[in-house]
Structures are given as structure tokens and as C-alpha cells.
């Protein structure tokens, strides 16, 4: 079991790399950069929790999967975007638009992700338990 | 000349942000370390300190809660008689004083001040030090009329001052009606983020622990030589956290202390209650900050701390100031730095928890197992933006008062409805 657990856990590390190629590569600077910053915050904290490695893992890979679609999305939308504008100035207001927008929603799923991601790891509930006894 | 100084303010809202970012990444790796290596606070079991206490309670117009308060305060098991408990009638104009003359008749360790109409209802600070002058406990206790402690409360709460050094404790406030509806929700967000991760980690590293203004005490010697509650300013808690640091004392924060609030349940009462603590805050901000800065009873990183608590409620300000200082700058390709990664701090400190921020509060909530509550974290957006118009009439008003020398404090009380008393044994 210890065997399948590592192989497991390999191949999602694996899986993450690639995922950060991809970024990197095919979508933008900021996407790669995103990812890590939601890597660094889910292992830091994250793997502190009481759980399994794999599921820990298992939910970064997701999570880092989940952030490459929503940035590939993004990025055909802003592609497509620049390719539609009109003049210089529509142009340049999608671009401040896009700069402000870009972390922001980035920001929201991180969040959406990693507090769902919370739900895999029980805790026993800890306070209130005089309140309501 | 003009877009060299707005990329400069730019630039260091960004700093200042990243600084808030990095201190609550310390707080919450901080408290994770402490669970892991479980590390407790001062137990009740290894204190053998069983001081006078007594226990101050303002109330005005307090009547759906307060029977629930002084019922439980009579099942306390700290030894009955050493124990005081003073209530202080606000001026109520409903049927609270009654209530807490029918408890201090059968319990003669319950003493009633009743204010009278014309001093009554000036403030919280107002009516504590009313029945402050009546108190003769070594230690003392406050509590709100809409709070129910845990049984055993006392004794955790005292233990804290076994340590000479400790001048004042503070328990952790816990939401009784977060299943009620959004706000009270939200709302118990925010107290878990506070008081179950920066609260905790600020204790764990030495740092200013806050009085929170109930669910906590000081030693009365202590608070008597400070001059008891500044009712000058809106946050008196904050106040005396201050003074208790500036004096050479520190505060004690006891986690395990548990002690249910009433959460306001409208968004009215919400934008209320913040206003009050976020202009208090800012009061504070302009009456302690050179102080922290010249203390020679501070070490160097509690003065950091020091500071950077008091500026706490300017963060919804900086945010959106940060919004509209960069949006000319982007737009027109002007920036000292790529502006992609001055949004990625302001983003990740401020728009989801502006006070703590997202993985504080998710980390807070998984603690206390609470997993259906982690869901809504994404919706703390919610209360940032609606803090953002709060804390700015706070700071215009206390701005107002600086440049004009008048200064009004309108105390604007959170009203009780008792619905609390629903989940109470449920």
C-alpha cells in the first residue's frame, strides 16, 4: 500500500510540473506565477493538516489543474479581446482592466479551491460545546 | 512629476499590504506549529491561584439577555464567595434593572448600580467605571450583558495571572448565533479569524494581545492606577491594551476561555457596531502611536506589532486607495513596477477578510471543525467592501475632529434581541 501511496504521490508531482510548464509555455508569466503562489500557500499550510500525503497532493494536482483551465480560459478571452478592439484607446482600456482584473479573480478561486479543499481534512469540532450542551 | 508621486504611493501601499500579508502568514504558520507541537495555555489544573474576582456588566436596555447572563453567572464554580459581581443598570429603560435587582436579592454576591436617566447611556467606558468604584476583588472581570461564559471561565481566566508580569487576560469570543442568518455567519468568520488564529498567535510570539472589551479582566491595582476606561475615546479597550503594554505589563490571551457573544444578525447593526470600533481604533491610532514608538517597556517587534494593530482599520482605506492611485498609472503604462505584482499582495491580504485574511480564517475555522462554515470564506468579499464605506466616514470623522478641536462621540449601542438564547442547550 506504502508503494502504491509513493507511486501515487509521484506521479501527481509529476502532473504538477507539467501543469507549470504549461503555464509558463502556453498561457502567460502571471498564470505560472499564480500557480506557485497557490502551491506555496496550500503546502505551507496546508500539509500541516492532519490527512493522508496523497489526498494533500492529490488535492494541490487538482487545485494546480483547476487554475491552469481557469487561466487558459482567461487568456484565449483576452486574446480574443485585444483582436476585437476597436482603436487604441478601447485597446488600452481592456489593458487596465485585464491588470486589475488578472489577480483578482485569480485570487477568488484560490480561495474557492483551497477553503472547499479544507472540507477533505475533518477536524473535530473543538468549540460551542458548552453552549450547546 | 505627478505620475512619479502616485507611482510612489502606489508602491508603498503595495509595501504595506505585503507587510499585513507576511505578519498573518507568521500568525497562522504560527498557530499550526503550536497545534502540532500541542502547546497549551495556562491551564486550570497546574494553578493553584484563587484570587478575588470580581465581575463588572454594563447593560442598557439589556432585557432579553441579560436573565440568560446573570442566570449563568450564578452556576459559575469559581468558590461563591470569592466572588463580587457588579451590574451596572444603564439607564434602561426597559425591564433590565428589575431582572438584575430580582438576581442581587437572592444572591447577595450581586450588586446593582442603577445610573440615573441624565448620566445614564453615555457609553460603555461611562457605565464600567460607575461600577468600577464599587469593586473589591484583586482581579476584575468584565462581561456583556449579551455574552454566556463557560462554566469554569473564571478559573481559566485567572490563571493567566499567576504570572506577576501579566497586568490583563483576554478569553476567546465565540459566535452563539452563527446559524441564524448571513451576517451572524460572516460574522463568526471574522471573530475565528481573530480569536482563534491572531489573537492566539499574537500571544504565542510575544506580541500586543489584545482586551477585547469583554470576556477578559485586569489586575484591579492595574487598572486603577491607569484611571479605569477613557470615556473620551470610541474603542476603550483598545485604550487600555495600550496602556497595559506602555505600562510594563503584558496581556494574557487564554484560547480555551470560551465565552458566547450575540453576534449583530443585520447589516445595519453590523455597519453600526464597526463604525464605533473602527473609529475608536483610529482614535487610538492618534493617541498611542508616538508612544509605542518612544516606549522603553516595549521591545522592538511589540512595537511593530504595536503599530501595525493600531492601523488596522486604515487597511479597507489603503485597499481601495491602492485601487484608485494605480488605475491612472496602469492605464496609462506608467509604474515603477510591473503593476501585475503590486496587485497580488493587495489582493491576497484585502478583498476576501480585510482585517484577516483568507487562509487565517480558513485555517481558524478548520481548527475548530467547523466544515460546512469553510464554504462561505469566498463571501468575506462581501463584509471588505462593506468596511470600505465604514472605516472611511470613521477616519473623516476623526479627521474632522483633529483639524476642527471638536470631538463628539455619539455611542451608538448594539441592540439584543435574545435569539441567541435559541442555541443555548439545543
Known sequence: MKIFDALVAILCLEAIVLCLLIAAFRVNLQSLVTLLIFNGFFASITFQFHGSLVKKIGLLTLGNYTGLFWNLVFNYFSVSAVQAAADPFQLQLFKTCY??????????????FWSLSLTAFRQPKTTFQEAAS | MIEEILGFCFLALTVVMLTYLVRHYIFTLSVLRNVNRTKKAPSVQNVE????????????????????????????????????????????SDRTGKIADEYSKSYPFMQVVHRAKKLGAQGKASAMNDGFKLVNGEIVLCFDADYYPQKNIVEKLTAGFNNPKVGAVQGRVVVLNEPQNMVTRLVALERIGGYRVDQEARDNLGLIAQFGGTVGGFRTSLLRSLGGWDESVLAEDTDLTFKVYLAGYKIRYIVDAECYE???????????????????????????????????????????????????????????????????????????????????????????GNFAPFFEVGVGVHLDGRTRTQWLIP????????????????????????LTGRSKNVWLKTSHSGNGNHYIGS
Open chain 1, 99 to 112: 491588470t486589475v482584473f488578472f489577480p483578482f479573480l485569480n485570487t477568488l478561486w484560490v480561495i474557492s
Open chain 2, 262 to 352: 450575540e453576534a449583530v444578525d443585520n447589516w445595519k447593526a453590523y455597519r453600526r457596531q464597526r463604525f464605533r470600533w473602527a473609529k475608536g481604533h483610529m482614535q487610538c491610532f492618534f493617541k498611542h502611536s508616538l508612544n509605542v514608538l518612544k516606549s522603553k517597556n516595549l521591545n522592538v517587534k511589540e512595537k511593530i506589532d504595536g503599530l501595525l494593530l493600531l492601523n488596522v482599520y486604515f487597511m479597507p482605506i489603503f485597499a481601495i486607495a491602492s485601487l484608485i492611485v494605480g488605475l491612472p498609472l496602469i492605464f496609462y503604462g506608467v509604474a515603477l513596477v510591473n503593476t501585475f505584482w503590486l496587485w497580488v499582495p493587495i489582493c491576497l491580504y484585502s478583498f476576501v
Open chain 2, 379 to 402: 463571501l468575506l468579499i462581501v463584509t471588505f467592501l462593506y468596511n470600505f464605506p465604514i472605516c472611511a466616514r470613521a477616519l473623516l470623522e476623526v479627521a474632522f475632529s483633529k
Open chain 2, 49 to 92: 491561584f484563587e484570587p478575588s474576582v470580581s465581575i463588572l456588566i454594563p447593560a442598557h436596555n439589556e432585557e432579553y439577555v441579560i436573565g440568560r447572563l446573570l442566570q449563568r453567572l450564578t452556576e459559575l464554580t469559581y468558590p461563591q464567595n470569592k466572588l463580587q459581581m457588579v451590574i451596572v443598570d444603564d439607564a434602561s
